[in-house]
């Protein structure tokens, strides 16, 4: 692996570091999400100290063809109770959604329980796509009195490391654009359709109309409505 993919990503222009090696520092970034930063060993992150960590630069990384990587990270951590079949459930909707072969090949599973999907992008559509997180399911932490993370989706496109569990060929990535990849909120707002309300007082749990005969009670203002 480690010849072959080296060549790859000096070909492309990218910045890595293996296992064994310090991840090298970014201008502007010394700190990536409070987590990493130029002192780290990739090895500290990676499954037995066997894989390779790349840098987005602080501008992306502009591959050899012209275009930018994306990396989408799916994260269903199985910490906080997801199965395999849930994590593999939401990223076959994400294939979907990207309108993805069934077998494109430039994916990965990660440590935690989750998945890598890298493509790439236009100059005009990298601008507008940028990093960001969408929230698919969280829940409250009662022990630790804060919500929670449960499922995310996470578009990164500069300032960050990632981890490659396995050979990508930067060179044959799909092209994806901003539309496309905004589409992916399809997933978030599915779940805020079915967002189960805790019982409070007369509340019931998943009715939408309690919650309006709760406010008319409460609010003189609305009883008419």
């Known amino acids: 692996m480690r010849n072959s ?12 570091c293996f296992s064994d090696e310090k991840i090298p520092h970014l201008p502007n970034d010394k700190q990536i999400n409070g987590r990493w ?12 100290g066997k894989n390779i960590g790349v840098v987005f630069k602080y ?4 591959l050899k063809c012209g275009n930018y990587a994306v990396c989408i990270d799916i994260d269903a951590k199985k910490i906080y109770g997801n ?6 459930m939401l990223f076959e909707k994400v294939r979907d959604i990207l309108k993805l072969n069934k077998r494109y090949p430039h994916f990965e599973r990660t440590v935690s329980g989750g998945y890598h999907i890298w ?3 236009s100059i005009e559509d990298i601008k507008k796509i940028s990093n960001k997180s969408i929230i698919v399911e969280s829940f409250f932490d009662a022990k630790e009195n804060k ?5 995310e989706i996470e578009i990164f ?3 960050r490391y990632m981890i490659l569990y396995k050979d990508i060929d930067f060179s044959d990535l799909d092209l994806v654009d901003y539309k496309t990849i905004d589409m992916l909120h399809i997933l978030q707002e599915e779940e805020e359709k079915n967002i ?9 749990k998943t009715s939408k109309d309690s919650l309006l005969k709760k406010a008319k009670k409460d609010i003189p203002a609305i009883r008419e409505f």
């Open 83 to 88: 199965t395999e079949e849930e994590q593999l």
């Open 147 to 151: 919500k929670r993370i449960k499922k």
């Open 157 to 159: 496109t500069h300032s």
């Open 5 to 16: 993919i080296k060549k790859i990503l000096e070909e492309n222009n990218i910045d890595y």
């Open 59 to 62: 501008n992306g990384i502009k």
């Open 37 to 48: 930063n130029e002192e780290t060993l990739c090895k500290n992150h990676t499954w037995e």
């Open 196 to 204: 189960k309300y805790e019982e409070n007082e007369d509340i019931n």
């Open 119 to 121: 493509l790439k992008s």
